[in-house]
């Protein structure tokens, strides 16, 4: 095993071999203002050539000029393409059309030693080498010289792969110069990057071979244990572990996780439009439409009529409208669909009580972002009846089938995944006896705990505990990334407070779910409780409620006493049909001049209200508009927000919501 070594970069603070500019220095030297006044005087003859089509060898050489002075000129590099393509048709003979090529090559190699990064020019050599008029030895060549001087460049790891791809270099072979290259050093994660890319490739041409897999694997385990043993500080080698146990822990594959109403439950409706539902809730009162709802373990598009079949005692099949429960989504984890109270009563009144039939995956459409379908058809029934008894129902868990990845694998290849694993933890724990500080080798330790509990081993509960106690000491280890460490968490505590039916029932208070003083600062596994009505998420850290979109049922709710930063954060709530009550005083909405949630906001919402106001306060108002026009909520309470105190914005909420009694 090689000795511990200190990186240079920490020693010289630099990256990748290219020193930063200290504070006080002069980002710019004598000879780059020079270089900038001489491309000043170039640019209007190239732009000249550029918009008139000149392709003279003159103009040829003025755009070599240009492109050594700025290689990351693009339009300099589109019209020296267009240039080349032009002396190209006007040549007949083979070993000009060469030379032309070759001076092609040579520019890319001087523009290079400028900016070694510029993905102009390795995009131009690499459209150079495609014409076929030169020689991919000598390309094999350059790219030695140019990794034995930066052995990290990931531009020439990219060029690399795709000369050995054209030329017919097999991936063994080149496993072998990337296995050298991570010998001489194991901090090359270009190197690792490169590692990964080449064993996806070989993989694909043995997925038959399981046992040649494996022991493809494990070969790969020991070689980046030497690093780790060697530098526990080093990340490249971290990420590349990251993607090794990724291969063995087989992804679970996309099924469905959750749905609404549950299995065999049983739906009360009368003329008026009061329904009882499977909750723990008081009856609902005039329900327009019954909701519908399925989860899904992963995003997914494709779910319409075809992909899910709603019929009515197995026969008639009802048309319902399948939408995301984020419309903004093109791929989404939650899709609902709203069967019309008086469709409900003119089937009572046609076929009696009756059953409604949901079949999932029975014919092609839902797929997930990777193209993975449904790995088997779901199918539940519930039933509605003509109101006898509006007392509510007891509080039902979600009986809908989970499928659970590992249980469509042969059993010897989880044993394996299983022994892994349990090494795995091994490995990391005695890493951290000899580094306790290492948060690469705690975090992915906890992240080991978590994949093994995962299996449902004997051992999962332990692990989890184990796991979150990590994450705890991560967070006081690496402050910079306390947040990710806390998400951590959180998901945890839920995963535990929703585990089972009984777990739901000990946070079930007077008719209000009950997850407040949580310390979450995420929402997750509302599949589990998609019945709720009355919920209390108050005295936690959430910034955005994100996830809540699941909750269709959902009528009161309370986020007071959070870190919502924002209008913007409020976003899904429009997506509640039944929402009546609103809860987010003491948060932080108008305190923030940058909106951390901008990111989750529907642009359909964005370019509905355009035109509408005049922006001020920082876009606020038309935010506030966009979030809340049209909503029909009872009551809102936005105390000790700073958005409240701002009278402008408290008169385009009053506007938003005129039916609304908003409390500040």
């Given at each position: 095993m090689q000795k511990r070594r200190v990186g240079v970069e920490a020693q010289q603070g630099n990256m990748h071999g290219r020193p930063r500019h200290r504070a006080g220095e002069q980002p710019f030297d004598k000879r780059e203002l020079a270089q900038a006044a001489e491309l000043q005087k170039l640019l209007p003859v190239f732009l000249h050539n550029n918009r008139t089509c000149c392709f003279s060898k003159e103009a040829l050489q003025q755009n070599a000029q240009v492109l050594e002075l700025n290689p990351e000129f693009n339009t300099a590099w589109n019209y020296r393409k267009r240039c080349v393509q032009y002396l190209l048709e006007q040549e007949s003979e083979e070993d000009a059309r060469k030379d032309i090529a070759q001076n092609?090559?040579?520019?890319?190699?001087?523009?290079?030693?400028?900016?070694?990064?510029?993905?102009?020019?390795?995009?131009?050599?690499?459209?150079?080498?495609?014409?076929?008029?030169?020689?991919?030895?000598?390309?094999?060549?350059?790219?030695?010289?140019?990794?034995?001087?930066?052995?990290?460049?990931?531009?020439?790891?990219?060029?690399?792969?795709?000369?050995?791809?054209?030329?017919?270099?097999?991936?063994?072979?080149?496993?072998?110069?990337?296995?050298?290259?991570?010998?001489?050093?194991?901090?090359?994660?270009?190197?690792?990057?490169?590692?990964?890319?080449?064993?996806?490739?070989?993989?694909?041409?043995?997925?038959?071979?399981?046992?040649?897999?494996?022991?493809?694997?494990?070969?790969?385990?020991?070689?980046?244990?030497?690093?780790?043993?060697?530098?526990?500080?080093?990340?490249?080698?971290?990420?590349?572990?990251?993607?090794?146990?990724?291969?063995?822990?087989?992804?679970?594959?996309?099924?469905?996780?959750?749905?609404?109403?549950?299995?065999?439950?049983?739906?009360?409706?009368?003329?008026?439009?009061?329904?009882s539902l499977p909750t723990a809730g008081k009856p609902i009162e005039k329900l327009e439409a019954l909701p519908l709802l399925i989860s899904f373990s992963k995003p997914v598009t494709g779910v319409h009529n075809q992909s899910v079949a709603v019929k009515v005692n197995g026969k008639d099949k009802l048309q319902l409208d399948w939408r995301p429960s984020l419309p903004s989504e093109k791929y989404c984890l939650r899709w609902t669909a709203q069967i019309m109270h008086q469709v409900l009563l003119e089937q009572l009144l046609e076929n009696g009580n009756f059953t409604?039939?949901?079949?999932?995956?029975?014919?092609?459409?839902?797929?997930?972002?990777?193209?993975?379908?449904?790995?088997?058809?779901?199918?539940?029934?519930?039933?509605?009846?003509?109101?006898?008894?509006?007392?509510?129902?007891?509080?039902?868990?979600?009986?809908?089938?989970?499928?659970?990845?590992?249980?469509?694998?042969?059993?010897?290849?989880?044993?394996?995944?299983?022994?892994?694993?349990?090494?795995?933890?091994?490995?990391?724990?005695?890493?951290?006896?000899?580094?306790?500080?290492?948060?690469?080798?705690?975090?992915?330790?906890?992240?080991?705990?978590?994949?093994?509990?995962s299996y449902n081993t004997s051992c999962c509960e332990s692990y989890r505990r184990e796991a979150q106690k990590h994450f705890k000491e991560l967070a006081v280890l690496d402050p910079p990334h306390s947040e990710c460490y806390q998400y951590e968490q959180s998901l945890l505590v839920l995963q535990e407070l929703t585990k089972d039916s009984s777990s739901l029932k000990r946070r079930y208070q007077d008719g209000n779910l009950q997850f407040k003083d949580c310390s979450l600062s995420s929402i997750a596994y509302t599949e589990r409780f998609l019945w709720v009505q009355h919920l209390d998420l108050s005295n936690n850290h959430?910034?955005?409620?994100?996830?809540?979109?699941?909750?269709?049922?959902?009528?009161?709710?309370?986020?007071?006493?959070?870190?919502?930063?924002?209008?913007?954060?409020?976003?899904?709530?429009?997506?509640?049909?039944?929402?009546?009550?609103?809860?987010?005083?003491?948060?932080?909405?108008?305190?923030?001049?940058?909106?951390?949630?901008?990111?989750?906001?529907?642009?359909?919402?964005?370019?509905?209200?355009?035109?509408?106001?005049?922006?001020?306060?920082?876009?606020?108002?038309?935010?506030?508009?966009?979030?809340?026009?049209?909503?029909?909520?009872?009551?809102?309470?936005?105390?000790?927000?700073?958005?409240?105190?701002?009278?402008e914005s408290l008169c385009a909420l009053r506007e938003a919501l005129p039916n609304t009694e908003v409390l500040n």
């Open positions: 092609e090559l040579d520019l890319v190699v001087r523009a290079l030693k400028v900016n070694p990064k510029s993905y102009g020019a390795w995009y131009h050599r690499k459209w150079v080498i495609r014409l076929g008029l030169s020689s991919l030895e000598a390309e094999f060549m350059l790219l030695k010289k140019l990794l034995k001087v930066d052995d990290r460049n990931f531009h020439g790891w990219n060029y690399r792969r795709f000369v050995a791809k054209t030329k017919g270099v097999t991936a063994e072979e080149e496993l072998l110069f990337t296995t050298d290259k991570i010998n001489e050093n194991f901090s090359n994660y270009s190197a690792w990057h490169n590692r990964s890319a080449l064993l996806s490739e070989i993989s694909s041409h043995e997925t038959s071979d399981i046992g040649s897999i494996q022991d493809r694997l494990e070969e790969e385990y020991e070689l980046v244990k030497n690093s780790f043993f060697t530098d526990p500080d080093d990340s490249s080698a971290w990420f590349y572990y990251s993607w090794l146990l990724g291969q063995t822990v087989a992804p679970v594959a996309t099924h469905l996780n959750g749905s609404w109403p549950p299995a065999n439950s049983r739906i009360n409706i009368d003329r008026n439009g009061i329904c409604v039939d949901i079949s999932i995956g029975e014919s092609l459409g839902i797929e997930s972002p990777d193209a993975q379908g449904i790995d088997s058809p779901s199918h539940w029934s519930f039933y509605v009846h003509a109101e006898e008894d509006s007392s509510p129902a007891e509080l039902e868990e979600n009986t809908s089938a989970e499928s659970q990845g590992d249980m469509t694998q042969g059993h010897s290849q989880r044993v394996w995944q299983v022994e892994i694993l349990d090494r795995e933890i091994e490995m990391c724990r005695e890493l951290l006896e000899l580094e306790s500080n290492s948060k690469w080798a705690r975090l992915t330790l906890a992240r080991l705990l978590l994949a093994h509990s959430l910034r955005s409620v994100h996830g809540l979109d699941a909750l269709q049922l959902l009528v009161c709710l309370n986020l007071s006493d959070n870190h919502i930063g924002s209008v913007t954060a409020l976003a899904p709530l429009r997506e509640l049909p039944q929402l009546q009550d609103v809860d987010v005083s003491r948060n932080e909405i108008g305190k923030h001049p940058v909106d951390s949630c901008r990111f989750l906001f529907p642009s359909h919402l964005i370019n509905s209200c355009k035109g509408r106001r005049t922006p001020s306060k920082g876009g606020r108002l038309w935010q506030i508009e966009a979030v809340f026009q049209g909503l029909r909520w009872r009551k809102f309470v936005v105390v000790g927000n700073p958005v409240a105190q701002d009278k």
